[in-house]
């Protein structure tokens, strides 16, 4: 009789979120949205602690993506990041591009490098696997990596986007239940991969 080969385990999934606008609110300065760069400055979004709780229940890792250009041009530090990061609660891993915008780096979003890093680093599936944030930059670099993207919007229905694949959630516990419900449905039909194409790397 023939011996059937044991399926093979199937990767972790996780969910990644950027930080700024989606985790906690902007600062304004002189009349526009910038990050948090301290302690003082951080005010985290309502539903942090329920949505991380619905996502780790279903076996989801949580993540954290996200632009600090502030970095580099010295207006805020490591130590200042981890503590802000700190009052997040556990993550199982945080992925920041430090550059500006003229660097053309491969890190910074909407480019998908962070996301393949922390794939390799948490050996997760990327086209199981999530990306949510507050700007269409977010989603592009979700989708370029193949993930799906849940892009936040307070906007009911969302304004149309020209971004193909792309779920909205009004936040983050919505956000939750979009992602839960997707992935019930991509288990149900044997893990179907995001709609759009994935980056070539």
Known sequence: MER?????????WCVFFD???TLNAHVW?????????????????????????RL???????GLVTNQPDLS?????????DRMHH?????DGVFVCPHTACRRCACRKPAGGLLRQ????????LSDSYMVGDRPTDAQAGIGAGCTAVLL?????????????????????????????????????????????????
């Open 4 to 12: 059937l080969s044991p399926p093979e385990p199937r990767r972790r």
């Open 19 to 21: 930080r700024d606008g």
């Open 29 to 53: 300065r002189a009349g526009r949205r910038t990050s948090a760069r301290h302690e003082q400055e951080w005010t985290a979004l309502p539903g942090i602690q329920e949505c991380f709780g």
């Open 56 to 62: 780790r229940a279903a076996g989801a890792l949580i």
């Open 73 to 81: 041009r010295g207006l805020s530090d490591r130590t200042a990041l």
């Open 87 to 91: 009052r997040l609660g556990p993550l």
């Open 118 to 125: 922390a794939a390799e680093e948490l050996s997760v599936d």
């Open 153 to 201: 919007t307070p906007r009911v229905p969302p304004r149309p986007s020209l971004i193909p694949g792309l779920h909205y959630a009004t936040d983050l516990v919505d956000a939750a239940g979009t992602v839960l419900r997707h992935h019930r449905t991509a288990d149900r039909h044997g893990h179907c991969p995001p709609t759009a194409k994935e980056t070539p790397r």
